[in-house]
């Protein structure tokens, strides 16, 4: 099998590439820095990955990666790039939150639809959407990456549900995970107040999840209970609860 990796040259991406070359698969890496990729390629063994350098915020970017990646017969996609952007909506940059749509959003649904159609009509294969746990509530001061992770997340379900109904053997899923202890957090300019997982963890719970065919994962107890838990809370109740841990988030 061979898998296709975004966002692979840090973090989580890196870590569920690892995994899977484990697991003995082939790879195909992509992101924007070529010398980190080159470096994860001389890691696992360059016979068995390739590198497609590629900026997925431009939709152009996100078809051509399509296209040279479905010359290696792709079985796995995850699609993991993305980043955040902490601060007040009316005051944040609307430039780097329009890139963030195009990166969390745009890309995301532009590689699961393409793939989608080549692994329907071979009635196999496997799309791993990495959402965040984000993605079941709003996020006052971080408002617009939790509404792009709100989007991975009800995409992700709807596309499942379609599947399922067409007695589909293709998988689609979506990654939730919390805190994690990534180069994230710099992008984003936040510090977590709650103590996060480490990336080789939460790349252990995708995969492991992916091939159990879990359509939400969602790594540790502590989290599930705080994801489903919060389903019980009324939005506003919840907006201001959130709001309160993200001031804490830009105290650093």
């Given at each position: 099998?061979?898998?296709?990796?975004?966002?692979?040259?840090?973090?989580?991406?890196?870590?569920?590439?690892?995994?899977?070359?484990?697991?003995?698969m082939r790879l195909v890496i992509s992101g924007r820095n070529k010398e980190k990729l080159e470096q994860l390629r001389d890691e696992i063994g360059a016979n068995r990955v390739r590198i497609i350098v590629a900026d997925i915020s431009k939709e152009s970017e996100c078809r051509r990666l399509y296209e040279e990646a479905s010359e290696y017969n792709i079985s796995i996609v995850v699609?993991?790039?993305?980043?955040?952007?902490?601060?007040?909506?009316?005051?944040?940059?609307?430039?780097?939150?329009?890139?963030?749509?195009d990166v969390n959003i745009?890309?995301?649904?532009?590689?699961?639809?393409?793939?989608?159609?080549?692994?329907?009509?071979?009635n196999k294969g496997y799309i791993l959407n990495v959402a965040s746990a984000a993605g079941f509530m709003a996020g006052p001061l971080m408002s617009t990456y939790y509404a792009t992770k709100n989007y991975v997340v009800?995409?992700?379900?709807?596309?499942?549900?379609?599947?399922?109904?067409?007695?589909?053997?293709?998988?689609?899923?979506?990654?939730?995970?919390?805190?994690?202890?990534?180069?994230?957090?710099?992008?984003?300019?936040?510090?977590?107040?709650?103590?996060?997982?480490?990336?080789?963890?939460a790349a252990e719970c995708a995969v492991k999840g992916m091939f159990e065919r879990r359509t939400l994962i969602i790594p540790t107890l502590k989290m599930k209970i705080c994801v489903y838990g919060s389903r019980l809370i009324p939005d506003n109740a919840l907006a201001a609860v959130t709001y309160n841990i993200q001031t804490k988030k830009g105290e650093h």
């Open positions: 099998m061979t898998a296709l990796v975004t966002g692979a040259s840090s973090g989580i991406g890196r870590e569920i590439a690892l995994k899977l070359a484990r697991k003995g699609n993991n790039a993305g980043f955040g952007l902490f601060g007040k909506f009316c005051e944040s940059k609307l430039e780097r939150e329009l890139e963030m749509i745009k890309a995301v649904h532009i590689l699961t639809k393409l793939f989608l159609r080549d692994f329907t009509e071979k009800k995409l992700t379900q709807a596309i499942n549900e379609e599947l399922r109904v067409q007695g589909s053997d293709v998988y689609v899923g979506a990654f939730c995970p919390g805190p994690v202890k990534t180069p994230f957090n710099d992008v984003a300019g936040v510090d977590f107040g709650l103590r996060g997982i480490t990336a080789k963890y």
